[in-house]
DNA sequence: GTCTATACAAAGATAGAC
DNA sequence: GTCTATCTTTGTATAGAC
């Protein structure tokens, strides 16, 4: 599925997104100011205004895109008929770990701006989703004492807590960053095994 | 330890910085107008100059405060050399919950803030303090092959992450307050079990 | 110490030339 | 489509009366 037009330039319209998926991911919408995301576009602060209507409609659209990315990558994983409930364990840690290793600000990023605007989440499905997903339900067969999102918490805070917790362990400098990449490609073999001990447990 | 003066109305001073720490926390920063801060107090905004010298001046020392609390609740426990590996955790684990089930907004607005300003945390030895613990060296004779850090992160983040989450998983419909308050109870039992169990692994 | 009114600075949005 | 210059709004800080 290539693109039709594939400038070697990106257009005016991409480099703004460009810049403002990185300014917004990194600082927060409030912290943002539109004259930063022009400046890391390289271009004028009036095309801003000439493409998107306001900060706001920006930000809206990058918000979308990135709550895509951080839920796309196990939605489809959650319903396969094919796979174990261990074989998904392993699937969605090991997705995971790579699309954040790509993508490190997002999980931080998203969980700040939705605190403020909870409204946000409704329009994605992803809560049915969850709840009828065949990995709830393999869940349920395997361990029934165990309420599902305990473990769907659980495996997830394994995963994410270390890219949010990151610049915490990196000032207190009991972590550098290579340690960090190391730390988490030991983890997409860790996480599965413990999370497979866990469910053992009681 | 009882304050001399203890007015039942509590000092101007005083409701400025109650009213600080409850809007920085909520809203970040950034996101925080000192009009806010004003309104919430029931009090003028030239007040808060008068004070304080600026928003930064107070938001500094509201920071400080929060990130005192996040970590005095470990601290002196890691270093007790009466208490085994696993009592520790049992602690740790439980007086965390505790203290976020009254701060539950304390996680996310400490690793939010620190994002855009590590330096912030240079100030306090903590890190020191954890390598050097007690803690660190039980966890290493218990499992010589795990780092420790992979350890911490993943008892942290089962503690902490739900609190970050929160506002996710209740957009999302897949949990009420009612059911998290019973969620983070079941926690403080479960956590320290699983915690025993990863610790066998491999 | 507390308030009202206001100055000043920062940031978002727009007009109009090219 | 892109730019410079400017308007407008918002938010922080201060002056000065009480």
């Given at each position: 599925?290539?693109?039709?037009?594939?400038?070697?330039?990106?257009s005016t319209e991409e480099k703004i997104k460009e810049a403002a998926r990185k300014v917004f991911t990194q600082k927060g919408y409030a912290a943002t100011r539109t004259r930063d995301i022009a400046e890391e576009a390289g271009l004028n602060l009036a095309l801003l205004n000439y493409y998107f209507r306001s900060k706001e409609k920006l930000f809206e659209m990058i918000m979308k895109e990135k709550m895509?990315?951080?839920?796309?990558?196990?939605?489809?994983?959650?319903?396969?008929?094919?796979?174990?409930?261990?074989q998904k364990v392993e699937q969605i840690v090991s997705n995971y770990i790579?699309?954040?290793m790509q993508?490190?600000?997002?999980?931080?990023?998203?969980?700040?701006?939705?605190?403020?605007?909870t409204g946000m989440f409704?329009?994605?499905?992803?809560?049915k989703l969850i709840r009828n997903s065949h990995f709830v339900k393999q869940l349920k067969e395997r361990q029934?004492?165990?309420q599902p999102l305990h473990f769907i918490v659980s495996m997830l805070g394994m995963v994410v807590f270390p890219f949010v917790s990151k610049p915490v362990f990196q000032s207190l400098e009991v972590l550098s960053e290579d340690s960090f990449a190391e730390m988490m490609k030991q983890r997409k073999v860790?996480?599965?095994?413990w999370m497979k001990a866990m469910l053992k447990v009681k």
């Open positions: 599925m290539a693109k039709i037009k594939e400038n070697k330039q990106a895509q990315q951080l839920f796309g990558v196990m939605t489809h994983l959650l319903n396969d008929k094919a796979t174990t409930l261990d790579d699309m954040l993508n490190p600000d997002l999980p931080l990023f998203v969980l700040s701006e939705i605190r403020n605007n409704r329009q994605l499905q992803v809560g029934p004492g165990l860790l996480v599965p095994k």
